[in-house]
Structure formats: structure tokens, C-alpha cells
């Protein structure tokens, strides 16, 4: 079972998590992978933008509060020994912390690895915390590094598990743990290499920590412990009459989590989805309820529309032909070669027939890396005017209706078409994709609140 940041949010939170891991542990083998403490991935990069910057006194700053806000929790947590000794590891981490960003300071610089192994701080603070309040009542609770575990390639900052080698490391470690009724508590986000260079599995990515376990352990199941009662029709932030959703197929939970529904890290259900390893995505703050399951199949089969989701940190970027001699096809294909080159993912896609210009949607964060690879791929072109200027639009944002069997719906596509002009929106680019589980709709950011609400009533979700 994963624990994410707002279920180890604080002294009260870790209890509550630390009561569900035990009932389990309890019950069967059980590994708990943790987040860190809501917030403390952000502090600790605002720490390493400080540091990076020369800022000092910012950085002075963040090692305090990130100091307090963890002693506050030990004190709450543990007493006597037991909470002399969880300091002391909590002392020494966020030492290595400090260590690694007075170096960020010196150099004036972040360099990728160097980020990847300070910010799996959070990660070891929360998980000495945990364990040590386990031990604390009697729980055989043990804190485990995820980069003692998880092998994966060396893209820092998002990199992605070498499952064999993974698998190898998790029976040496971790099996032998489980067979003597020990409690692993492993924290989440971080691996590293072969060659032990510390790395991340990009924000968020504790659940994907988790299935990655899930998945070499060969686990019966998977528990993500958050803090809304499942996988709902809609962001409940955005949407207040949103529904649990009971059921839903690993397709469908990777499309919305593609498409923004924070609830699962995208990547979550790839390494379960070939053993059939089920999900489930409950409330720690609301244990009472079941919450959803992840299942290869739903008991309902395929249903059409179950859910919408948004996203606003997305770019629109235009290619645009300005001269016929081009080969519209030729262009499409360096286009993606670079986006490619760019380590970027596609969330939409389109074009047009006749002037050859096509459009594509990627994360904002993804943006000066693409450019950088389409004004390499195209220098030519764009100096002799074959390419008109490539136009970015950033006040867009994309909304994604998912659900398996929406071919099996005639009139879908235009009852939501007019759902959301009816709210003023306009419609800026449509993609859907042959699968016909994902009805994506480009729109100017400040409709989208609107259009996923509307949509979420056309489509009669909420029941
Ligand atoms: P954790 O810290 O436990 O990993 P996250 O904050 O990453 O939790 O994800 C949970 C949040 O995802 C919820 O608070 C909710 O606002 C958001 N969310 C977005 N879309 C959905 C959805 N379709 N169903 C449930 N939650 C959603
Ligand atoms: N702590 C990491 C983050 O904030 C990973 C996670 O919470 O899943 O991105
Ligand atoms: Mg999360």
C-alpha cells in the first residue's frame, strides 16, 4: 500500500496511515511505500532554486522550516529514546540535504542528479518517520531506501525502472523482510541506476514507486491511499457533484491519470496491466469506504462516458508550412523526430488536409526543450521563410471525456460539442484518438472550468 502526501501530512495523518499499514501487515505480507510530507517536495526544490540563485538567507530559510516541520512531527509522534533516535536519522538527512544544496550554492548551478538525490530527502524524512512510530508499537516497522530497491535508467528527474534488475534487488531485500513478518516501508519516488546514481520517477511518482513494487513482488493487490474517496467522474475541486466511480479498467484509469486526474501518476498502472495485479484508490481520511478498483475489465462491460478530466500546464505549438514546395508529410515526421529528440509526450495531436499545418499539445513544462529541437530541426526553413514562425499559444488548456465504449454512443462528440459552446467556450482543436476511449477538446484556459462542468452534466456523470 502507498501513502501519499497529504495522508503523512502530518503527526495525526502518519498515525492514521501508520494504523492501516499495521492492520494490514496484521492480516498478510504487506509493504508500504510513502510519500513525503505534503509540501516537502516543493520545499525542498524552492531550497535548490535559492541555493542555485545565490540566495542564502531563502535557503537558510527553507533547511528551517523543513528542520521544524519534521522535529514538530517526531516530538508529536515518538517519546524518550525512540524519538532521540528517529531525530537522529531525520538530523542526518536533512544534513545530506544541506550538504548537496550548499554545493547547488557554490556551484550556482542544479545539476539534474544532483536534484534527483537531495529531493529523495522528503521521501527518507517521511519514511524514518513512519517506521519509527510503528516500532513504536510494536510493529516490526523498518525504513527502506527506494533507490536500495528500484533500478532504472538514467533519465533524472523522470527516469523509468529496469523491472529485472528491480525484481533481482526487491526478493534480495525485501522477500527475505516479508518472510521473517517484518514491515518494509519504502519511500516512494526514488531509484537509482545499475552503478547507484540516485534518481527520480517525476513528481508525483510514489504511486508509480508503488505499482513498480506491486508488480516484482508479485503482490495480490495494490492499495493507493489518498485523500478523496476513489477515482471520481470529475475533480472533485472542480466539479462538487462528482461521484466515486466503483469500478473502472486499467485503460480507463490511464487515460484520465494521462489527462490530468492527479488522483494516479500516469505511469502507475504499466507495470500491473500484464498480470492483472488489481488497484485499488481509497480515502485514508475516509478508511470506511471502499473506494474504486482498477480492474482489467468492469463488472458493467463498457459503458460509454465515465468521466472528464482537465488539464492548464499545456502548450499548444503550430506548424505552419509557408510554401507549397514543402512536403507536408516530410515536415510532420522531423516534427516528431524532434519532439522525440525533446524527451516530449503528445497529448494531442492534429492537422489539417490542405495547408499542411498541424498543431500538437504537449506540457508547458516540456515547451523551451521542444522549441529549442524544432528551431535546430527546421534553422533552415524558418531562415528562408519555407516555415512560417513556430507559434506557441499557452492560454489553452485540455479537457478528456474517457470511457470504454464510446463508439457504441451516436451523437456523443456533438452533444458535448454544444454542451460546451452553450457555456461561450470556444473549441480551439479536437482530438480523438481511434482507441475510442478518450474524447480529447482543446479550449482557451479561462472556459475550462466551465466546459468540464458542463460536460459533466451533459454527459450525466455525477449519476
Ligand atoms: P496524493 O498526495 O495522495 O498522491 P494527489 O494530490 O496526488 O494525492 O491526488 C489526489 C487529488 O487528485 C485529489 O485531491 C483530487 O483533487 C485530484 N483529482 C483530480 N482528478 C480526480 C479524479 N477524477 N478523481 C479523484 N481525484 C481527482
Ligand atoms: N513527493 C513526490 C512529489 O511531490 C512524489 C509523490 O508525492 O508521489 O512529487
Ligand atoms: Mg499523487
Known amino acids: 500500500m502507498k501513502f501519499g502526501g497529504t495522508s503523512m501530512g502530518s503527526a495525526e495523518r502518519i498515525r492514521s496511515a501508520a494504523a492501516l499499514s499495521e492492520e494490514a501487515w496484521r492480516q498478510r505480507p504487506t509493504v508500504v511505500v510513502v510519500s513525503a510530507m505534503a509540501k516537502v517536495t516543493d520545499m525542498l526544490l524552492e531550497a535548490l532554486r535559492h541555493a542555485e540563485g545565490g540566495d542564502e538567507a531563502g535557503l537558510e530559510r527553507l533547511l528551517r522550516q523543513l528542520d521544524e516541520k519534521h522535529r514538530q512531527c517526531c516530538a508529536e509522534l515518538l517519546e524518550g529514546a525512540r524519538r532521540s533516535e528517529t531525530q537522529r536519522v531525520l538530523d542526518g538527512i536533512l544534513e545530506e540535504f544541506s550538504r548537496i544544496?550548499?554545493?547547488?550554492?557554490?556551484?550556482?548551478?542544479?545539476?539534474?542528479?544532483?536534484?534527483?538525490?537531495?529531493?529523495?530527502?522528503?521521501?527518507?524524512l517521511s519514511a524514518a518517520l513512519m517506521a519509527g512510530f510503528l516500532q513504536s508499537r510494536g510493529v516490526q516497522a523498518e525504513a527502506v531506501n527506494g533507490w536500495d530497491v528500484i533500478v532504472t535508467d538514467a533519465v533524472f528527474?523522470?527516469?523509468?525502472?529496469?523491472?529485472?534488475?528491480?525484481?533481482?534487488?526487491?526478493?534480495?531485500?525485501?522477500?527475505?523482510?516479508?518472510?521473517?513478518?517484518?514491515?518494509?516501508?519504502?519511500?516512494?519516488?526514488?531509484?537509482?541506476?545499475?552503478?547507484?546514481?540516485?534518481?527520480t520517477l517525476g513528481r508525483g511518482g510514489s504511486d508509480f514507486s508503488a505499482s513498480i513494487l506491486a508488480s516484482v513482488?508479485?503482490?495480490?493487490?495494490?492499495?493507493i491511499w489518498s485523500d478523496v474517496d476513489g477515482i471520481l467522474s470529475a475533480d472533485p475541486r472542480l466539479v462538487p457533484g462528482a461521484r466515486v466511480l466503483e469500478e473502472v479498467t486499467y485503460r480507463e484509469a490511464a487515460e484520465l491519470a494521462y489527462n490530468g486526474a492527479k488522483v494516479l501518476h500516469p505511469r502507475t498502472l504499466a507495470p500491473l496491466m500484464e498480470k492483472g495485479i488489481p488497484v485499488w484508490s481509497r480515502n485514508s481520511f475516509n478508511p470506511s469506504i471502499p473506494g474504486t478498483k482498477i480492474v482489467p475489465e468492469t463488472k458493467d462491460g463498457p459503458v460509454g462516458p465515465r468521466a472528464v478530466t482537465s488539464m492548464t500546464n499545456v502548450a499548444l505549438v503550430s506548424v505552419d508550412p509557408a510554401s507549397a514546395v514543402l512536403s507536408g508529410t516530410r515536415?510532420?515526421?522531423?516534427?516528431?523526430?524532434?519532439?522525440?529528440?525533446?524527451?516530449?509526450?503528445?497529448?494531442?495531436?492534429?492537422?489539417?488536409?490542405?495547408?499542411?499545418?498541424?498543431?500538437?499539445?504537449?506540457?508547458?513544462a516540456e515547451l523551451p526543450a521542444v522549441i529549442e529541437k524544432l528551431e535546430e530541426t527546421f534553422s533552415l526553413e524558418l531562415a528562408h521563410g519555407y516555415l512560417h514562425p513556430i507559434d506557441v499559444d499557452l492560454d489553452v488548456g485540455l479537457i478528456a471525456i474517457v470511457g470504454e465504449g464510446m463508439r457504441g454512443h451516436p451523437g456523443l462528440a456533438g452533444r458535448i460539442f454544444t454542451a460546451i459552446s452553450q457555456q461561450m467556450v470556444n473549441v480551439i482543436a479536437i482530438a480523438q484518438g481511434s482507441s475510442e476511449l478518450t474524447i480529447g477538446i482543446v479550449v482557451r484556459k479561462d472556459g475550462i472550468e466551465k466546459a468540464v462542468r458542463a460536460v459533466h452534466e451533459e454527459c450525466g456523470l455525477g449519476r
Open 217 to 223: 513482488l508479485d503482490a495480490s493487490e495494490l492499495w
Open 101 to 124: 544544496a550548499r554545493g547547488v550554492f557554490m556551484l550556482g548551478e542544479r545539476p539534474p542528479r544532483s536534484v534527483d538525490e537531495a529531493v529523495a530527502a522528503g521521501e527518507r
Open 331 to 364: 515536415i510532420m515526421a522531423r516534427s516528431l523526430e524532434a519532439l522525440s529528440a525533446a524527451n516530449a509526450e503528445v497529448l494531442a495531436l492534429t492537422s489539417s488536409s490542405y495547408r499542411q499545418n498541424f498543431c500538437f499539445l504537449i506540457r508547458t
Open 157 to 199: 528527474g523522470n527516469a523509468s525502472p529496469l523491472l529485472p534488475q528491480t525484481r533481482e534487488k526487491a526478493c534480495a531485500l525485501l522477500v527475505p523482510a516479508l518472510e521473517q513478518r517484518r514491515l518494509p516501508v519504502v519511500t516512494g519516488f526514488n531509484g537509482a541506476t545499475l552503478d547507484g546514481r540516485p534518481t
